[in-house]
């Protein structure tokens, strides 16, 4: 009887902090959007922008990183060390294809450990870390998906990734560096998913990149997406030299001016060309093209 | 220790409160339900620039006739395509086709986002010279004439089933009774039949700053064959020192 009050007092504490806790938690919880499952990409806007060896166009990047990009030679993908490298974990937002996310979930209260976004045969899985654990020290192994950690803010999932190999922004070799990182944001609207990355890389780029694509909730699961990259002979032998193009030698470099008839400083991703004050800028000396006659759209079904 | 047991329950009752859902509209006891400025999850105020990391060849300058790219347009819409004519359009005084509500924020320029009323949040652009006003009322506006902007319904989206101590959000808005208008300004078509939805959602840079980044999907069961959606991001500027009004053009 003499011991009761300190128990009252135990329990009444130990009440109170469960509660608490219970409802930080629950609150959070309810504050949460269920991203799992399979996000189909609409592709309606970002097209065409890897399909040429010089096309820059929305990169801020600085000038190291565009005397970088214009040494890239594509031929370089040939070579056997660089053939299943894969591309920066940014890709996920920039690429074409869809997001298949899923959760690893703890066992006996359902608490979730972390999501993966699934790899594509040319990009690693993202695995976002939701278990509060830190990042690695700087001194630790760079890896081409990067280390990612999330965070719920209200509804959107805020990630923040570290540790990336040094890679390409897009694959025509605007480069990031292994300094880079990457804060990216997931809103769920009804079965709409938009995600927002922004990429800042203090050796390559001027300000931060940011990328934004929108996906639709599918019905159908996305399937396991290809085998495991395989190297093999592609006509480059090891000991030969790396294809590229010395300072000023790109052949590529005024491709996209003679066919859009778009300024230099723009396909080089000058950053001032981001800004609509650069529109005004060209307005007066911009030459109007001629009708499209190719590529120009998916025909629609009769 | 009876003190210490009252502060916990005090504790225990406070975060109950705070942690459970109010009824919708409550405020106070049977006052009138909070304004939209007033219980505004976000703040889009201010001056906002475009940021065109995306599309810049068909947003920053104008695309060549009859080029559609991404557009997932009808046969019917196509024929519309090869038959721009921004002369026609400069005749019957339509030079805004392009600055209409379903394609204003992927335009290269400025927003200036202020609240008009405590229930109307007012979004002018410098291109082009345009106002959007996003009514958050319980009835729908009665429509009027259709107008380039349309009639924008707005209500705010807030997450953990609206419980309001958690403060964050998006702005979800639907337009219709829209003119016909262009997606890009080399005269790929939406119909008056349109139906534009959008959110609005904030996110701080990683340095400094703010940016908005607007999800924008267009249904047209004229001109679109599936819905047409992108994504467009505004960063935050000081002030309105660059805020430049520009007139619509129907060829820049």
């Known amino acids: 009887m003499g011991s009761h009050p300190v128990l009252v007092n135990v329990v009444t504490r130990r009440t109170a902090f469960a509660l608490l806790l219970w409802l930080s938690a629950s609150g959070n919880a309810l504050a949460q959007a269920e991203l799992v499952g399979t996000w ?37 993908l040939a070579m056997i060390e660089h053939q299943c490298e894969g591309w920066a974990p940014v890709y996920f937002v920039q690429g074409p294809f869809g997001l298949k996310i899923w959760s690893d979930t703890e066992a006996v209260k359902g608490g979730t450990i972390s999501f993966t976004i699934g790899a594509w045969e040319d990009r690693a899985p993202m695995t976002i870390w939701m278990d509060g654990r830190p990042h690695p020290s700087e001194y630790a192994e760079h890896t081409r998906g990067g280390f990612t950690t999330g965070r719920w803010e209200g509804d959107a999932l805020v990630t923040y990734t570290t540790h990336m190999k040094a890679g390409f922004l897009r694959k025509n070799g605007p480069p990031q560096s292994d300094q880079a990182t990457m804060t990216s944001r997931f809103w769920r609207h009804g079965d709409i998913l938009t995600v927002l990355a922004v990429v800042d890389d203090p050796i390559y780029l001027a300000e931060p990149h940011i990328v934004t694509k929108s996906f639709q909730l599918a019905t159908v699961p996305m399937l396991p997406i290809g085998p495991p990259c395989v190297t093999g002979f592609e006509g480059k032998r090891p000991g030969e030299s790396t294809p590229h193009y010395l300072p000023e ?15 230099k400083a723009a396909v080089v991703g000058e950053v001032e060309t981001l800004y609509p004050e650069y529109r005004k800028k060209i307005k007066a000396t911009y030459v109007p093209l001629e009708p499209c006659k190719r590529d120009c759209g998916a025909t629609p079904p009769r | 220790m009876r003190a210490s047991h009252a502060f916990l329950i005090g504790a225990l009752v406070s975060a109950v409160a705070l942690a459970a859902p109010a009824p919708a509209g409550a405020q106070g006891r049977g006052g009138p ?3 939209a400025k007033a219980s505004a999850p976000i703040d889009l105020t201010g001056y906002w620039v475009s940021v065109v990391n995306e599309d810049w060849r068909y947003r920053m300058v104008t695309p060549a006739k009859g080029d559609y790219r991404g557009v997932p347009i009808t046969l019917e819409a196509l024929t519309i395509v090869n038959a721009w004519d921004p002369k026609a359009d400069d005749a019957a005084g339509t030079q805004c ?30 291109a082009g010279v345009q106002s959007r006003l996003f009514t958050f009322a319980a009835a729908p506006a009665p ?15 807030r997450p953990g089933r609206g419980n309001p101590a958690v403060r964050a959000g998006s702005l ?15 005269g790929v078509p939406y119909s008056e039949s349109a139906k534009v939805t959008e959110y609005f959602d904030l996110s701080p840079m990683p340095s400094n700053g703010q940016l908005i980044v607007v999800t924008t999907v267009v249904d047209d069961p004229k001109y679109l ?19 430049d009004p520009t007139p619509c053009s129907s060829t820049w």
Do not use: C
């Open chain 1, 40 to 76: 189909a990409p609409r592709n309606t806007e970002d097209v065409s922008r890897d399909s040429y060896p010089v096309d820059y166009l929305g990169l801020p990047l600085n000038d190291e990183g565009r005397l970088r990009a214009l040494s890239y030679n594509e031929a370089q």
């Open chain 1, 249 to 263: 030698k790109n052949p590529f470099v005024d491709e996209l001016t003679t066919l859009w008839h778009l300024p």
């Open chain 2, 33 to 35: 339900p909070p304004t």
């Open chain 2, 97 to 126: 086709k392009s600055y209409g509500a379903a394609a204003i924020m992927r335009v290269p320029g400025r927003l200036h986002i202020t609240w008009q009323d405590d229930n109307t949040l007012r979004v002018d652009t410098d």
């Open chain 2, 143 to 157: 429509a009027g004439a259709a107008t380039w902007q349309g009639t924008s319904a707005a209500r705010w989206e």
């Open chain 2, 172 to 186: 979800n808005v639907v337009t219709t009774n829209m003119r016909a208008g262009y997606l890009r300004k080399n």
């Open chain 2, 225 to 243: 064959l599936q819905q047409f959606i992108v994504s467009s991001q505004f960063r935050k500027e000081a002030d309105g020192s660059k805020w």
